[in-house]
């Protein structure tokens, strides 16, 4: 019935129409305001931080504002997919948001940090569910062969997020109060909700089967021992540390673990055979390195320009429009390209090449670098990550059959999060030792003491420096970017790599020659 609906779906909107139906613009209006939702929260509370912790006290535990939420995010991502392939996507997806809205009133009424903190992973478990539902849904919706139509739509929603979100959120904070950082997600989620349940129509599904309760349990608990090994490595607690090594260890054996247990369990969290594809394991790959670049540059970027170039911290997201422009532009002609011809594999080669390029690019950054010429670089990293951002989806999907869309769909975006979070922390400690390395340099001991609690000092911190001490400061800066973005280049080969040995299966959806081609077109590849 799935497999109808899908074709049905296809024809619906098929280029002979000339323009979807309006149930299906509808349905995906609301995908992209909840999709709207997940990304745009943590860059809108990252502005307001500062004033609720004026308000709230508890500096000491502030990280963990960020940290509850993405713990929980990570840890929901993969059981939402599954429980959306078990129970039916709707209704999965309508209570991540449900969720996502509740924890959202309970943040803007939070009244010390440790109630902000728990309401904040109440936040993150809803929004771990609502990236996957959107993805899954556009997967049950619409043939891959039509998809890559969609892709600008998803890059822009994500462009808007990443530029718009600093300044939302500083416009919310000074003019309504820092509470109404979270209560703006109620009407927008409101809305979402009301479109999906009017409009959205999928097959309902039914099931026996237990949900596996220990394959979540111990794939959350290595997640969660990962994801702290890379938060706090190197900040709160050495690398070597006993901390870490515990973590480290528990999350270690907690995922060899669930891997072992995914191949006993009648009805996996994760089943394992979705990795037998060639085309699905290496957007995995592709996906977990994308991450790893991708939040590595938009943290050093703007503090590249706001420390070395003089730029304004109040406009940080404007100074990745270079950047995710490009990614945004790239990203609609590569899903234009792809729906059109139904040929894909050109992308991550080409977006492998690109990034590696810009990464490069963007390392030979250094103190007396113009504006213009970090803008051009920033692009160059841009098309790259257009090439790639939603073909990793894309093809992950077409590689396994419909009832793994939502682990599948789960999958993928789990493994840019981790991704993500492997590269923020990785990244950020080799550029906190050079910032640390040069300022004994060029400062001596005082420049060293200058770094030693944060080697990103704000706008204020930087103006109260001695000419001497500041001029210091931006060269270590540079030197650090320039490592990150080594570290970076390095890495982002491994997507070159990857990407040629993609095998280009034909989309799903697309036009056949006669049904007999139909019958023969394969569901997943395997190796």
């Excluded at 794939?219 to 490595?233: M, N």
Aim: glycine share 12%; proline share 3%.
């Amino acid at each position: 019935m799935a497999d109808t609906l899908q074709a049905r779906a296809g024809q619906e909107i098929s280029e002979e129409q000339g323009k979807q139906p309006k149930s299906v613009r509808v349905v995906l209006l609301a995908l992209m305001i909840a999709m709207m939702l997940a990304m745009l929260d943590n860059m809108i509370v990252g502005t307001a931080m500062p004033t609720i912790v004026g308000e709230l006290g508890g500096l000491e535990h502030l990280s963990w504002v960020v940290t509850g939420y993405t713990l929980a995010t990570a840890a929901a991502t993969p059981i939402w997919g599954k429980l959306g392939d078990m129970y039916g996507r709707k209704g999965a997806f309508m209570t991540s948001i449900v969720i996502f809205l509740i924890g959202s009133a309970l943040s803007g009424m939070a009244q010390n940090m440790g109630e902000l903190i728990g309401f904040r992973a109440v936040q993150g478990l809803g929004a771990g569910g609502l990236m996957v539902g959107v993805m899954a849904i556009i997967g049950d919706l619409i043939p891959p062969r039509e998809r890559g139509k969609y892709q600008g739509m998803m890059a822009g929603v994500m462009a808007l997020a990443m530029i718009g979100g600093p300044l939302v959120g500083g416009t919310i904070t000074d003019n309504w109060g820092w509470r109404w950082a979270f209560y703006i997600n109620l009407p927008l989620g409101v809305i979402a909700l009301a479109a999906i349940s009017a409009v959205l129509h999928l097959p309902k599904k039914r099931t026996k089967t237990r949900i596996d309760y220990l394959g979540a349990t111990l794939l959350t608990v290595g997640i969660t021992a990962i994801v702290l090994v890379t938060t706090w490595g190197g900040t709160e607690y050495a690398w070597t540390s006993a901390r870490i090594m515990e973590l480290g260890a528990i999350g270690i054996v907690s995922l060899v673990g669930f891997v072992f247990w995914q191949t006993k369990a009648a009805e996996p969290v994760l089943p394992l055979h979705i990795f037998r594809s060639r085309n699905f394991t290496l957007m995995s790959v592709i996906g977990f390195i994308t991450g790893f670049v991708m939040f590595g540059a938009t943290l050093f970027l703007p503090l590249y320009q706001q420390s070395v170039q003089g730029a304004s911290a109040t406009n940080s997201g404007l100074l990745l429009l270079p950047m995710l422009g490009a990614m945004l532009v790239t990203s609609m002609v590569a899903g234009r390209v792809t729906t059109n011809s139904g040929r894909y594999k050109i992308f991550p080669i080409a977006g492998g090449v690109l990034m590696v390029a810009g990464l490069y690019l963007l390392s030979l950054m250094d103190t007396g670098t113009s504006r213009f010429t970090s803008g051009v670089y920033m692009a160059v990293l841009g098309l790259g990550m257009g090439c790639l951002m939603q073909i990793t989806m894309l093809v992950a999907q077409n590689s396994v059959q419909m009832k793994d869309m939502g682990v599948a769909s789960s999958s993928t975006t789990l493994f840019r999060t981790l991704g993500s979070s492997f590269g923020v922390a990785i990244m950020g400690a080799l550029f906190n030792h050079r910032v640390q390395d040069v300022m004994a340099e060029r400062a001596g001991s005082a420049g060293r003491q200058l770094t030693e609690q944060s080697a990103q000092l704000d706008a204020a911190s930087l103006a109260k420096l001695p000419a001497a001490a500041r001029e210091a400061y931006q060269h270590a800066v540079s030197a650090g970017t320039h490592s990150a973005f080594l570290l970076g280049t390095a890495v982002a080969v491994i997507v070159l790599v990857a990407a040629l040995f993609v095998k280009e299966v034909p989309l799903k959806g697309g036009p056949q020659k006669d049904p007999a081609d139909a019958a023969q077109t394969p569901v997943a590849e395997a190796i």
